[in-house]
């Protein structure tokens, strides 16, 4: 057994010796839902300050409007009564460091976890197989954040299954302060 698992699954048996969250509805009870991205630093339950029940949160990399990501929004108004949702990217985010074309040359050389050098430059070890399968993905880097934000909230305030009534709100967290930035432009256009 791994080290990370034997840990994981005493940790959990160590939450369920007192579990007692079990009668929680399914529908989020403060009725919004959070996109944002799935990096280790964030943690959306504190800096948003939520606790089980509260809201739903949505990870992926980057926090960015995916199909997959809109899938689960409507899923969550639909069926599941949220009435705002927020889109959350964050400073420092690794989707600004490659691109869809670095991402599709390191996978069609080796499907290896590459490296970054101290001149944000990746590396492969080259030590295949790989696939050119990567090219096919749109991998949604990130150049400038709060275009990403303005561009993923009018992408979803745009999409035919979102109703106009639901406010998207557009925000940055910061990973050095822990601070939520808004992106005026994004929760104008998420209006």
């Given at each position: 057994?791994?080290?990370?698992l034997?840990?994981?699954?005493i940790?959990?048996?160590?939450y ?14 403060r009725?919004?839902?959070i996109l944002t991205?799935?990096d280790?630093?964030?943690?959306p339950?504190?800096y948003?300050g939520l ?5 739903h ?5 980057g926090?960015?409007?995916s ?8 899923i ?5 009564g949220t009435?705002e949702?927020?889109v959350?990217h964050?400073?420092?985010?690794g989707?600004?460091f490659?691109?869809?074309?670095i991402m599709s040359d390191l ?6 976890t590459?490296?970054?050098d101290?001149?944000a430059c990746?590396?492969d ?9 990567g ?15 303005l561009?993923?909230?009018v992408?979803i305030k745009s999409?035919p299954?979102?109703?106009s009534?639901?406010?998207v709100?557009?925000?940055?967290y910061?990973v050095?302060?822990?601070?939520l930035i808004?992106?005026?432009e994004?929760?104008a256009a998420?209006?």
């Open positions: 057994m791994s080290t990370v034997n840990e994981v699954l940790a959990n048996h160590d369920a010796e007192n579990f007692d969250k079990g009668d929680l509805p399914m529908p989020p009870g009725h919004f839902a991205c799935m280790a630093r964030l943690d339950a504190k948003a606790s089980e029940g509260d809201a949160v949505i990870r992926n990399a926090g960015r409007a199909d997959d990501a809109i899938r689960s929004l409507v969550s108004y639909k069926l599941l009435r949702w927020f959350i964050h400073t420092n985010c989707m600004e490659f691109t869809n074309d996978l069609s050389s080796s499907l290896k590459a490296s970054l101290e001149n990746w590396h070890g080259c030590e295949g197989p790989g696939s050119a399968e090219k096919y993905i749109n991998w949604l880097t990130i150049k400038d954040q709060a275009q990403s934000v561009e993923d909230v992408r999409h299954l979102v109703p009534d639901i406010p709100y557009g925000y940055i910061d050095a302060t822990g601070r808004e992106v005026p994004a929760t998420g209006k």
